[in-house]
Structures are given as structure tokens and as C-alpha cells.
């Protein structure tokens, strides 16, 4: 994978002194816990469920996968719509315009992919996507995949490599020179391998694939 070589060779996880610290928002993923190595993903025991609500229908996810997903938010981002940023099919596929759609001070993202092989994942996190001189993000950060039954990935404690951005590539979760999710700056290609930030398992069928759709949502 001379793709991905390329990448550990030119990017270092070390996070930037400048960046904002992470928040501990909940301990490590422990066994038995909801996104433990992978553990397929439990629905919240809370009287009323939470509910994502989408301004508009997503051509990623279906309204099933749309509700799984939702249970997994910070409860206090539920009941209020989620409109769309950013999409490929609208926007067109370009890193940059994402950046410039999504950075939003303060606006939570959901990052849904689905690849040319009809598989779909993302992440989720509390602070807007955007370029970053190092890693930033809070530790409610989480991948997720649907494969074809939800898992979700949340921090497991290891470090604090959430997300960090340039112009030529969007890095989620790493260590070891390896990525949780990676996207280059034309968004037509990607990349997914197992990593310490979130123990995931590769989300896409493929560790390294095309994408067919992307979309970007926030609470803006």
C-alpha cells in the first residue's frame, strides 16, 4: 500500500502544543462496555430514546441507521435538527470546500461515508472539522461502521490523536503510524486501519477504498 506508507512517512502523531486539550467526557471503553474492542453497539437504557433528527433525508444512511446512530450521540445534541454542511453530490468532492462548509465555532459534525463497495461508517465529533496545526478534539469522539449491523469505536484512552486536518488530508484516531479513518484532499479516496485512539477494526471492507457519497452535518 504505497498510499498509505506515503503517509506515515510524511505525517508525525504528535499533537500540537497549540491546540485545544482534550476533554475527558467519560473513562476508557472497558470490556464489556458499549464500543469495546469493537463489541457490536447497545442502545442507551434511558426512558425516553434520543432521536438524530435530520433536517433533510440522507443519501448515505437509511432512517434505520439514522436512529441506531442517534442513540450514540451526546444526548444533549438530540431533539434539534442536523442540517446538512456539506455533501459531494451538492458541493462537489473537494477537502477544502468541506473545511470551509463545516468550520463552524462551536457546531458539532457527523461525517457519513458510503465507498463504491455500498459500505457505510463516519465519526462523530463535538468540535467542527477543520485545519489544524496538530490534533484537536475531545474524547467523545467516535468512529462507527455499519457492517451491516452498527458498531461504534470510542476512545479508549491510549492518546489523544482525535482529528486533525490540512489541505491535503483528514486524519481521525491514529498511533504507530497507523489511521482510524483518513480521507485525501479530493475525498475520492480513503483509507481505514485498526488504531490505539479507538481500537477499532477497519471500517471499510477494504483498508483502503473509494468513496461513492460523503456528507457533513452540523448543528449550524
Known amino acids: 500500500m504505497p498510499m ?7 505525517y508525525h502523531l504528535l499533537p500540537d502544543k497549540d491546540e485545544e486539550q482534550p476533554m475527558v467526557c467519560r473513562e476508557p471503553a472497558g470490556e ?8 457490536p453497539a447497545a442502545v442507551p437504557d434511558l426512558e425516553e430514546p434520543c432521536k438524530l433528527v435530520l433536517s433533510m433525508p440522507s443519501s448515505v444512511l437509511q432512517d434505520r441507521e439514522i436512529q ?3 442513540s450514540h450521540l451526546p ?7 442536523w442540517h446538512l454542511l456539506y455533501c459531494t453530490g451538492r458541493d462537489g468532492f473537494s477537502l477544502r470546500t468541506l473545511y470551509r462548509c ?7 459534525a457527523l461525517l457519513l461515508i458510503r465507498d463504491t463497495e455500498a459500505q457505510a461508517f463516519g465519526a462523530f465529533s463535538a468540535t467542527p472539522i477543520r485545519c489544524s496545526n496538530g490534533f484537536y478534539g475531545t474524547g467523545e469522539t467516535f468512529l462507527f461502521s455499519f457492517s451491516p449491523e452498527l458498531k461504534v469505536f470510542r476512545w479508549t484512552g491510549r492518546n489523544n490523536f482525535f482529528l486533525k486536518g490540512d489541505v491535503d488530508l483528514l486524519m481521525v484516531g491514529g498511533g504507530s503510524g497507523r489511521f482510524g ?3 485525501d484532499g479530493d475525498l475520492h479516496h480513503g483509507g481505514s486501519h485498526p488504531c490505539e485512539t479507538f481500537g477499532n477494526e477497519t471500517l471499510s471492507h477494504r483498508e483502503e477504498f473509494c ?4 456528507e457533513l452535518w452540523g448543528l449550524a
Do not use: F, T
Open 4 to 10: 498509505m506508507r506515503g503517509l506515515r512517512a510524511r
Open 32 to 39: 464489556g462496555q458499549p464500543g469495546w474492542e469493537g463489541a
Open 68 to 70: 441506531e446512530l442517534g
Open 75 to 81: 444526548p444533549r445534541l438530540m431533539q434539534q435538527p
Open 102 to 108: 463545516g468550520n463552524q465555532p462551536g457546531c458539532p
Open 181 to 183: 479513518l483518513w480521507l
Open 211 to 214: 468513496i461513492q457519497d460523503l
